[in-house]
């Protein structure tokens, strides 16, 4: 018994890890796509 709780608590902790890397994702996708948009007047004129 004491076991599957630890397990089920260390699942928990994975869970929470995935989501908080999907939420860093999330944010650094719409960083690097703001930069981009950003970019394209000014790197259009470069190439």
């Given at each position: 018994?004491?076991?599957?709780?630890?397990?089920?608590?260390?699942?928990?902790?994975l869970?929470?890890?995935?989501?908080?890397?999907?939420?860093?994702m999330?944010?650094?996708?719409v960083?690097?796509?703001?930069?981009?948009?950003?970019?394209?007047?000014?790197?259009s004129?470069?190439?």
């Amino acid at each position: 018994k004491r076991k599957v709780i630890e397990k089920v608590q260390h699942i928990q902790l994975l869970q929470n890890n995935v989501r908080s890397q999907l939420i860093e994702m999330k944010r650094l996708e719409v960083d690097i796509d703001i930069k981009i948009r950003s970019c394209k007047g000014s790197c259009s004129r470069a190439l």
